[in-house]
Each structure stands twice: as structure tokens, then as C-alpha cells.
């Protein structure tokens, strides 16, 4: 059951319906130009180029034939349906609308090369942007509230055992670790950081929750997280910075003989519990129908940019719900959108 299903039964305002309503089954075409995804793009690029100014292009050579928003657009519908960018070329060379609404003009669409070699010239930094700027728009819209955050991470699968940046888990797991700081009410990222899997998910904790608000400045309540993060750092800086009251598991292991464990204790950790495991369900979310643990290349920059375009699509699913008035499916991305 959704997040959103269970605040609304919670609050007493969800009534047995007997004639639910249709799936809408958007097609891509139709939600790239309703959520204006070029015009979006186009701010992105130029928010980037005045933080980070683009050096003069040298003289000579041929100029870039297709523009920068175009290839971003590209991504996030690649992002969306997990596509790629050979296969996004040939749906771009098959279906014309979509190639106009991606800014291509009729007949010329990008191959699938130039689409690899466009995609890597972005590099990360217009994918940090392109993510803080989706988690900004929902934020307005009121989709992300911000009250309740949930940290932990979760662990993915490197492409090869001869990746030189992945590690082994104390679970005998090879590959990388995703830190994730999500919104407990929409059960949606707010950001990540990406580590290998032998890091401890502790020194993780602050540069998340500092990164989350610097940028977007949350109305934070409560902080959640699991023993691990029991730290005084994590804990002076939930109570002090975020001024929030801090839900980190307290393990009664560490402290011997000496903490006597009382019944009141065990009911609010087990209360505690089932709110800090939403974020156990986005991460099954993400990895069975969006492919977090499916990396296609070695490195810390392809596991950084397959979790940026894993976060795209759940972003613009939740997104397009909400302009479609439908936050029963916010995390339904097949009963949303038509797969062409």
C-alpha cells in the first residue's frame, strides 16, 4: 500500500470507492510536453552555465548538431523507461512526435553513438542539477513535504569484480553503497551520495542532511535512522543545525549490564521501526521496477549516474501523478505512462 493511501486513512478521509477510476496511460509524447520538459531543461543548462561558465568552443571543427536541452530531455525519457541509448535512438527514429517533442527536427534524429558521447559531455554535474531542480518542483507542488526524513543506504552490485572503486560488504556483497535521504510522507528521494561498499554509512549522514538544508531548506521535524547513525556528530547535528528531534535507534548491546531495558523502551522501538522501514520499501521499489542494482559499466561515475537516472524516473512518475491528480499512483510508473 502506498504512503499516500495510508496518510489519508489515516487522517479518516479515504471512503470505499465502488467505481475507482481509469488508468490514464499518458504516452511519452504527451508527458514530455504537459510537464514542459524543454523549458525545464533549458533552466537547468542555464542555471549551470552561471555557476559552472562553459569555456569558448575552439575554432574549427564541426558544431554540435543537436542542442543540450534535447539531449537532456533524452535522458529523462531513457530514464524513465530504463532504456538504452540504443534503443532510445531507434524509438526517436521510429516515432516522429516524440523526436519533435524531445526538440529534434522531422527526419533528424540522434544516433546511438552520439547519443553515448553527448550523454557523457553532460557529465554529472547537470545531473546533480537536473535532480536538486525536479526535487524542487515537487517540493512547490506540495508533493514532498519534508517533515519526516529517513536515512539509510542500501547496497547494489558492482558490473565486474575487477572494478578497482567497488568493495566487499561485511556481507560478502561486491559493489557500491547508495546513502538516501528520503521524505517519510511521499516516500521520495530528497538526495544521495554514492560510496563503495566497505564505507560505513555513518560519516555519510551530515553531508547528506547538510546538502538537503542548504539547498532546499525543509521544514524538518524529525530525523530517522538506524543504529549506525547513533553517533554525537549525526546527534548534535540534528538537535543544533536542523533543530529536530532525532529517532536513531539506540543499540542496548553496546552499553552491557549497565542499560536495563524497560517495556516502555521496547514499544517505542518497535513503534519506530515500521516508520523508519518506508525507506526499506523505496529501495525494493527502486530496484525491482526501476533497476537500482544494475550497473553496465565499472566505476564510481556510472554507479553516480545510473542512481541519478533511477532518481529521474521516480521523480517524474511522482511529478506527472501530480499533475494528472492522481497521488494513488505516484509510484505506479506502468499504470501511469504508456510504454511508447
Known amino acids: 500500500m502506498l504512503t499516500s493511501e495510508l496518510i489519508e486513512r489515516q487522517q479518516g478521509t479515504v471512503a470505499l470507492r465502488s467505481n475507482k477510476k481509469a488508468d490514464p496511460f499518458v504516452f511519452s509524447t504527451d508527458m514530455v510536453r504537459e510537464l514542459q520538459l524543454i523549458v525545464f531543461a533549458r533552466q537547468v543548462l542555464g542555471r549551470v552555465s552561471t555557476v559552472r561558465p562553459v569555456l569558448p568552443a575552439p575554432r574549427g571543427g564541426r558544431p554540435p548538431r543537436y542542442k543540450d536541452e534535447s539531449i537532456l530531455v533524452t535522458i529523462l525519457v531513457m530514464a524513465v523507461w530504463q532504456l ?9 527514429g521510429r516515432w516522429d512526435d516524440l523526436a519533435i517533442a524531445c526538440g529534434y527536427r522531422p527526419g533528424e534524429t540522434i544516433s546511438a553513438s552520439q547519443l553515448y558521447r553527448r550523454r557523457d559531455q553532460l557529465g554529472l554535474w547537470v545531473y546533480f542539477f537536473t535532480f536538486c531542480a525536479l526535487v524542487w518542483v515537487l517540493i512547490r507542488r506540495g508533493v514532498i513535504a519534508g517533515r519526516d526524513w529517513v536515512i539509510d543506504s542500501t547496497l547494489i552490485d558492482a558490473f565486474s569484480r575487477q572494478d578497482r572503486e567497488a568493495g566487499w ?3 560478502k556483497r561486491f559493489g557500491y553503497k547508495v546513502h538516501m535521504l528520503i521524505c ?11 560510496s563503495p561498499a566497505n564505507r560505513n554509512d555513518a560519516p555519510w549522514a551530515v553531508p547528506l542532511m547538510s546538502l538537503a ?21 549525526i546527534l548534535s547535528f540534528i538537535t543544533t543545525v536542523l533543530h529536530a528531534t532525532p529517532q536513531v535507534v539506540f543499540n542496548a548491546r553496546k552499553a552491557g549490564k549497565r542499560f536495563l531495558v524497560t517495556r516502555q523502551w521496547v514499544r517505542q522501538f518497535h513503534r519506530d521501526k515500521g516508520k523508519r522501514g518506508y525507506i526499506e520499501r523505496l529501495f525494493a ?7 537500482l542494482n544494475a550497473l553496465q559499466a565499472q566505476g564510481i561515475y556510472p554507479a553516480y549516474r545510473s542512481a541519478f537516472e533511477v532518481c529521474f524516473a521516480v521523480l517524474l ?13 505516484l509510484h505506479a510508473r506502468s499504470r501511469l505512462l504508456a510504454p511508447c
Open 213 to 233: 538544508h542548504r539547498l532546499f531548506n525543509l521544514p524538518v521535524q524529525i530525523v530517522r535512522a538506524d543504529a549506525a547513525y547513533y553517533t554525537q556528530a
Open 317 to 329: 512518475v511522482a511529478l506527472m501523478a501530480d499533475h494528472l491528480d492522481r497521488p494513488d499512483l
Open 84 to 92: 538504452s541509448p540504443r534503443q532510445m535512438a531507434k524509438r526517436l
Open 169 to 171: 560488504s561485511f556481507t
Open 184 to 194: 517519510r510522507d511521499s516516500l521520495l528521494p530528497i538526495m544521495f551520495l554514492v
Open 285 to 291: 521499489v527502486l530496484k525491482r521496477y526501476f533497476r
